[in-house]
C-alpha cells in the first residue's frame, strides 16, 4: 500500500531490549493510534489506511511483544502496564502531540490506563469491547489457574482447535494468527488481564474518565448487554456494529469504520485544550 511505513523500532522493558514492528500512515489532520487484542496483531487494522473518510488521518498501529513480528523476552514476564509504556514511548518517539486512541479487547485496558495517566495527551478514546467488569476475565483467570504448562500443552491448542472450526470470520482468523504467537506471551498477558479486573474499578475509570468516548461492540456479542446498560444509563455513548461479534473491524468493516470515522471527526474537529 502507498505512504505506509512498515518498519520497527527498540525498546527497553524490565532490563530486556525488544524490538517492536509497527505501521504508520502519515497524515496531517489528527492522530489514531491502533492497540490490539490479546493474541491478535496491528493487521487487524490495516483495513483503516483504505478507509476513504480516514484518509487525512495519521495512522499508527504496533504488534505487542510475541505476537505478529514483535519478539518476545525469552526470560521475562511482561503485562499490560507494559503496553502503556509502548504507547508512551511511541507517541514520544513519533511527535505524536493529540492523539485518538483505539484499543480492542485487553488493549482496551491498555488504552484506559494509558487516557488515566496521561490525558492531556489523549484527544479521544474509543473502546472496542475492552473488559470493563470482572466477568469479562474468566478465560483469563482460567488461564491463571491452570498454570502454564497446562496452558501450553492442552488449553491453547484446543482454543485454536475450535476457533478455526468456528463459522465467524473474525474467531476463524483469530485462530489463523494464533499459529504465531508466543505461547509464553499468551500465558503471560492472561495473568496480568486476570489480576487487572480482578477488582472491579475498571468500568468506574471508564465512565469517570473525562475525555470524549465511545464503546463499540459487536450486535451479535450478548455477553455484553449488563455492561452496555450501565454504560447508557450514565449516557456514555455506545454503538453496535450490527453482523458482529467480538472482533467487529473484521466482521463488518464498513460498519465499524463508519462509527470511527464520525467519532473522529467530531473530536479533531472540537479539540479540547
Not at 36 to 63: N, P, Q, R, T, W
Not at 104 to 118: D, F, R
Not at 195 to 217: A, S, T
Amino acid at each position: 500500500m502507498k505512504n505506509i511505513n512498515l518498519s520497527k523500532f527498540p525498546i527497553k522493558l524490565k532490563n530486556s531490549k525488544i524490538k517492536i514492528r509497527y505501521f504508520y500512515r502519515p497524515g496531517k489532520r489528527g492522530t489514531i493510534i491502533f492497540i490490539h487484542g490479546l493474541g491478535c496483531s496491528k493487521e487487524d487494522f490495516i483495513d483503516a489506511v483504505k478507509v476513504k473518510g480516514l484518509k487525512d488521518y495519521e495512522i499508527f498501529a504496533f504488534d505487542w511483544p510475541g505476537v505478529g513480528n514483535s519478539l518476545y523476552p525469552s526470560r521475562k514476564s511482561l503485562g499490560i502496564n507494559d503496553l502503556v509504556k509502548i504507547i508512551e514511548h511511541t507517541a514520544k518517539k513519533f511527535s505524536f502531540k493529540k492523539f485518538i486512541l483505539v484499543g480492542h479487547s485487553i488493549g482496551g485496558i491498555a488504552t484506559l490506563l494509558y487516557a488515566e495517566k496521561y490525558p492531556k495527551k489523549v484527544a479521544g478514546f474509543v473502546n472496542v469491547e475492552g473488559s470493563l467488569v470482572s466477568q469479562n476475565a474468566r478465560w483469563s483467570r482460567k488461564i491463571k489457574k491452570a498454570g502454564l504448562d497446562i496452558f501450553r500443552n492442552r488449553l491453547f491448542p484446543d482454543m485454536v482447535e475450535d476457533l478455526k472450526k468456528s463459522k465467524n470470520r473474525g474467531f476463524k482468523r483469530y485462530g489463523r494468527q494464533l499459529d504465531g504467537v508466543s505461547i509464553k506471551s499468551y500465558f503471560d498477558f492472561s495473568v496480568s488481564h486476570a489480576k487487572i479486573c480482578k477488582n472491579g474499578h475498571l468500568l468506574k475509570n471508564f465512565l469517570k474518565i473525562n475525555l470524549p468516548k465511545i464503546f463499540i461492540y459487536g450486535a451479535e456479542n450478548k455477553n455484553w448487554l449488563s455492561v452496555i446498560e450501565k454504560l447508557k444509563k450514565s449516557r456514555c455513548l455506545v454503538k453496535a456494529i450490527p453482523q458482529s461479534h467480538h472482533f467487529p473491524f473484521i466482521d463488518n468493516p464498513p460498519g465499524f469504520y463508519k462509527v470511527l470515522v464520525k467519532f473522529t471527526d467530531n473530536v479533531f474537529a472540537n479539540p479540547k485544550s
